[in-house]
Antibody, heavy 119, light 112 residues
Framework: QITLKESGPTLVKPTQTLTLTCTFSGFSLTSSGMSVGWTRQPPGKALEWLAL???????RYSPSLKSRVTITKDTSKNQVVLTMTNMDPVDTATYYC???????????WGQGTLVTVSS | DIVMTQSPDSLVVSLGERATINCKSSQDVLSISNNKNYLGWYQQKPGQPPKLLIYWASTRESGVPDRFSGSGSGTDFTLTISSLQAEDVAVYYCQQYYSTVTFGGGTRVEIK
């Protein structure tokens, strides 16, 4: 059974750096073709993909956020970490991590974590 | 980056009737190497994460009812719900994963 769970702060101040952790089970991020990505959704708005990391360590980023976002993995802990710098109130959103493959898109999602940016 | 444009923004359909959602990509998402379109469709209900319905433009994910079907190739794609059920009320998103990842803006489906 594949599960993913996001964890991190629910409230951050403007200009701070957000660090979110995705802890997963039921698959190995060392297996060929596997990936874990982050997607966010502001309240009442559409999904916005942020970043993706592949089994081989290849990292991909949304062009619009590339300068602010970093994705890393710790395969020994079955975790993927997203950091986003210089947070702003417009970054208030539910942040999801999801598991996919190079072939199928994101078949498994965490429940998401709501991050509010406010002073 | 590839831009995904969905239409319509919202759709009101009677129970048992057909619902059709369109998705257009700004670039081709068809891989020449395996002749697969790297296009997925997701369903999202309120308070829930998205659920993958279709991948490779037309392959249903395991457990997805066969009233959901996907079609299209290259840059133009369609998600069809052949006979709308009450539990299909949701927002539907297309997604390309040919070149990194991009989601469409979503289509809200409601019951008339």
């Amino acid at each position: 059974q594949i599960t993913l769970k996001e964890s991190g702060p629910t409230l951050v101040k403007p200009t701070q750096t957000l660090t979110l952790t995705c802890t997963f089970s039921g698959f190995s991020l060392t297996s060929s073709g596997m990936s874990v990505g982050w997607t966010r959704q502001p309240p009442g708005k559409a999904l916005e993909w942020l970043a993706l990391i592949y089994w081989d360590g290849d990292q991909r980023y949304s062009p619009s956020l590339k300068s602010r976002v970093t994705i890393t993995k710790d395969t020994s802990k079955n975790q993927v970490v997203l950091t986003m710098t210089n947070m702003d109130p417009v970054d208030t959103a539910t942040y999801y991590c999801a598991h996919g493959t190079t072939m199928t898109g994101f078949a498994y999602w965490g429940q998401g974590t709501l991050v509010t940016v406010s002073s | 980056d590839i831009v995904m444009t969905q239409s319509p923004d919202s759709l009101v359909v009677s129970l048992g009737e057909r619902a059709t959602i369109n998705c257009k990509s700004s670039q081709d998402v068809l891989s020449i190497s395996n002749n697969k379109n790297y296009l997925g469709w997701y369903q999202q209900k309120p308070g829930q994460p998205p659920k993958l319905l279709i991948y490779w433009a037309s392959t249903r994910e395991s457990g997805v009812p066969d009233r959901f079907s996907g079609s299209g190739s290259g840059t133009d794609f369609t998600l069809t719900i052949s006979s709308l059920q009450a539990e299909d009320v949701a927002v539907y998103y297309c997604q390309q994963y040919y070149s990194t990842v991009t989601f469409g803006g979503g289509t809200r489906v409601e019951i008339k």
